[in-house]
T-cell receptor, first 110, second 114 residues
Framework: GQQVMQIPQYQHVQEGEDFTTYCNSS?????IQWYKQRPGGHPVFLIQ?????EVKKQKRLTFQFGEAKKNSSLHITATQTTDVGTYFC??????????FGTGTSLTVIP | NAGVTQTPKFQVLKTGQSMTLQCAQD?????MYWYRQDPGMGLRLIYY???????DKGEVPNGYNVSRLNKREFSLRLESAAPSQTSVYFC?????????????FGSGTRLTVV
């Protein structure tokens, strides 16, 4: 089965610092999705990446899909307390359902 | 526009009891999913329904059954609850089962089995 590695598992940053989480797959992906889950909340869809080397931005969030389509990253510039939560990547399996990574829990220290 | 609605929000069961978790979506989505979330384990797919009238097993189906009652509703049943089923359960839906659509999640059911 597909293996999803998401690193780091936890990250504490001072407010204003940057943050990056990485998602690595053992297989080539057709696409990848990213979700955010606030503490005590439910996952919320952020974005989908499809093309090799694709870069998409949402305000302070930058999403990148690797050239080989086996890895992806989410970068947050100048973190704010509203960025607190767990960020998950989700990878499609052979049946086109999504399997989720274990997530990166972000804590922002004011 | 409610999106995905799950009931109940909280539940405590005794070992061996049964219960059904309800999920309904009002977005006219074709596909629906049940995930469980445990600390450090991320979200794991229990069952899914690609379209009305079909259901399939996910990663961790043992101990669960599902019913796609109609296009809107997808229920998850625990026939004989076990402590290992203590978890947060999320229902989700998407426009299609194809890997091109983001999932919309419900707010979750927090289940404790004692």
């Amino acid at each position: 089965g597909q293996q999803v590695m998401q690193i780091p598992q936890y990250q504490h940053v001072q407010e204003g610092e940057d943050f990056t989480t990485y998602c690595n797959s053992s297989t080539t992906l057709s696409n990848i999705q990213w979700y955010k889950q606030r503490p005590g909340g439910h996952p919320v869809f952020l974005i989908q990446l499809v093309k090799s080397g694709e870069v998409k931005k949402q305000k302070r969030l930058t999403f990148q899909f690797g050239e080989a389509k086996k890895n992806s990253s989410l970068h947050i510039t100048a973190t704010q307390t509203t960025d607190v939560g767990t960020y998950f990547c989700a990878l499609p399996n052979t049946g086109n359902q999504f399997y989720f990574g274990t997530g990166t829990s972000l804590t922002v220290i004011p | 526009n409610a999106g995905v609605t799950q009931t109940p929000k909280f539940q405590v069961l005794k070992t061996g009891q049964s219960m059904t978790l309800q999920c309904a979506q009002d977005m006219n989505h074709n596909s629906m999913y049940w995930y469980r979330q445990d600390p450090g384990m991320g979200l794991r797919l229990i069952y899914y329904s690609a379209s009305e009238g079909t259901t399939d097993k996910g990663e961790v189906p043992n101990g669960y059954n599902v019913s796609r009652l109609n296009k809107r509703e997808f229920s998850l049943r625990l026939e004989s609850a076990a402590p290992s089923q203590t978890s947060v359960y999320f229902c989700a839906s998407s426009a299609s089962a194809g890997a091109n659509y983001g999932y919309t999640f419900g707010s979750g059911t927090r289940l404790t089995v004692v």
